[in-house]
């Protein structure tokens, strides 16, 4: 059984960090592509960071400020959040990609406000 389990998520104020942690069971994890995605009120649901070969991709509205890594004894995907905007604010989502199907985590809240 494939899972996923999300942490970290929370209230912060502005200019703020955060570290979400997703840990996977029931999968290779080594041999899966991790993603973070995060959806906001009334907004499709956007990819953010993934790592993924050895390799990490970030959208443009996180780049500079959010690190996705990976510890893979730990079966488990970080994703380092600083200098948080009111626009970050959204429930983020983890995603494990194997070679069958992809899978998600339960989501994590995060809310940016002063």
């Known amino acids: 059984q494939v899972q996923l389990v999300e942490s970290g998520g929370g209230l912060v104020q502005p200019g703020g960090s955060l570290r979400l942690s997703c840990a996977a069971s029931?999968?290779?994890?080594?041999?899966?592509?991790m993603r973070w995605y995060r959806q906001a009120p009334g907004k499709q649901r956007e990819l953010v960071a993934t790592?993924?070969?050895?390799?990490?991709y970030y959208a443009d509205s996180v780049k500079g400020r959010f690190t996705i890594s990976r510890d893979n004894a730990k079966k488990t995907v970080y994703l380092q959040m600083n200098s948080l905007k009111p626009e970050d604010t959204a429930v983020y989502y983890c995603?494990?990609?194997?070679?069958?199907?992809?899978?998600w985590g339960q989501g994590t809240q995060v809310t940016v406000s002063s």
């Open positions: 790592s993924s070969g050895g390799r990490t």
């Open positions: 029931g999968i290779i994890f080594t041999a899966s592509a």
């Open positions: 995603n494990a990609e194997t070679f069958t199907q992809g899978y």
